[in-house]
């Protein structure tokens, strides 16, 4: 399982050992071929309750982050129809293509608030509202944002737990619903086309010079104009 | 004296300088889909020369086996300068006595050795590992005979560490901790690894074993928690490797790493506690914990009795009577990390005076001089 989404499940399931009773379902899902079902028994092993698997034939080429964003939502409208969804907590990126789109795309496909590299999520779910500690360059950034909400996850949030054997157990239990995008009505041929690949331009060896004199007629070459003789 | 002479990678057989540090090579094969056959926490500082004239044990002997098998050949510098050059590629050769065997865990005694050439193993494609509580130590015994069973070979560690030392391992902050639920009643653990060729076929077998184990009617065990990435992998490992380090902060410790019958495990630690309890020193001040962990797999025990200083008097307690007590059981006093300085007086516990003697013959026809470490391994 991606990292980050490691620390989603782990957080959705810290939520409800807080929560207790006001966390009816924790739901995951996942899109791709036949080995994605074992990443939703590791999930429902954390301690999720059941997943969605929309499935795709092997041969079929990788989603890209727009078309995982309108299956995600196509299935929250279908969850929706029977449940409320309060909250959607994602990895901030995959690793597989380090994209950092899907979360916010969703949020935007949802017209719902996004709360992204979250490092500290407390949810009020009586108020239905949550404070999110996000990390940004210049250090943390406090959010607080009404439910429903779109979260994605950073490193620090938490540090997903050790899947227990009675829970792997169970687990093989839970049950996953198979789905095709074609029943969500989502097309996830491929819009990006890839126009160049380029290394970085290769890194010119320096040189030595013999003392401070020559140090200064290299770096006026160089049109350093700062250097003054 | 730093480079690694040859690959073949069909046979998987390196040859090396001796001065090559372990995971300099581990870091060779990696491309080559290969891995040393041998590991230790120290991976990153020791050489393989001095792997081989320690007989170096490690993490994965279970599975790969002793230096003794493993290597195939050496280049030794005799005591008067010759060079014996017995760098072989074969994995066959009877020709004649098999002397570099001599010279394997010799720590130097006899020659030193300039080049190894060992035979390295294709690398597992699926690794995962699982930390199993226990609630008696009686279990751990019972545990090994069906892991060896259902998982056959693709079991590749089999370690155990008592409740006191994990608690210790995590107070001192090496690696992740299990939950307060997975360790409540547990009287100690046994961390297992897998590795082989194909994950599906490894953690089918896997499965299979840690269901049995927990839905038998007499649970051998607790829980137990299963890897489930890289990182948790890395963790449970770090649990296990820590254990040493954690001793070392929590106060003075006493280390005696010996080789007894596996069900005897428990009892030699639990002896030795009452033997200090007699002598008044369990106390804060004096003995705070006497603790045992290893590879259960060799029937290689860490005792460990970490004090709150080292002291004339604790020290007295322990020597001679740990040695006494494996010697009782047969066992080896030093079951990989050999005599040194510090154990020559020792040797005789687990070595008869004829092996002494013999021992000793030996040393004279190689180094007549007693240039080679002198002081060492011999009393």
Known sequence: ?229 | MNKVRSFDPVSGILVADAGCVLESLSEYLAPHNHIMPLDLGAKGSCQIGGNVSTNAGGLRLLRYGSLHGSVLGLEVVLPDGTILDQLSTLRKDNTGYDLKQLFIGAEGTLGIVTGVSILTAPAPQSASNVILALPKFENVLPLFVQAKRQLSEILSAFEFFDREVYDLAIKHGQGRALSEEDVEGAECFVLMETSGGKREHDEEKLNQLLETLFESDKPLINTGVLSQSPAQFASMWAIREGLTEAVSKEGKAYKYDISVPLAKFKEVVDTTREHLGSKGLLRDDAVKHVVGYGHVGDGNLHLNVVAAAYTPEIEAALEPFVYELVASYKGSVSAEHGIGVMKTHALHYSKSNVSIEWMKRIKQLFDPKGIMNPGKVLP
């Open chain 1, 1 to 229: 399982m991606n990292p980050f989404d490691e620390i989603a499940v782990e957080e959705a399931v810290r939520l409800r050992e807080k929560l207790k009773d006001a966390v009816k379902s924790i739901k995951v899902v996942t899109i791709g071929g036949t080995k994605s079902q074992e990443t939703l028994r590791t999930a429902l092993a954390m301690g999720a309750d059941s997943g969605i698997h929309v499935s795709l034939a092997d041969s079929d080429p990788t989603p890209e982050p727009l078309g995982v964003a309108k299956a995600l939502r196509a299935v929250i409208e279908r969850e929706k129809a029977k449940t409320p969804v309060d909250l959607v907590i994602l990895g901030k990126q995959a690793i597989d293509d380090d994209s950092s789109q899907t979360g916010q795309m969703l949020a935007g496909l949802l017209n719902w608030p996004q709360a992204t590299f979250a490092s500290k999520l407390v949810v009020d779910a009586e108020k239905k509202e949550a404070n999110v500690t996000r990390e940004i360059d210049g250090g943390l950034e406090e959010l607080k944002c009404r439910l429903p909400l779109v979260v994605t996850t950073d490193l620090r949030l938490n540090e997903p737990r050790y899947a227990s054997l009675p829970n792997i157990m169970k687990a093989k239990k839970k049950p996953i619903e198979k789905i095709t995008p074609a029943d969500l009505g989502v097309d996830l041929a491929p819009r990006l086309e890839t126009l160049k690949v380029a290394e970085p331009p290769k890194r010119v060896g320096g040189g030595k010079v013999e003392n401070v004199d020559q140090l200064i007629e290299k770096l006026k070459e160089a049109g350093i104009t700062a250097v003054k003789a």
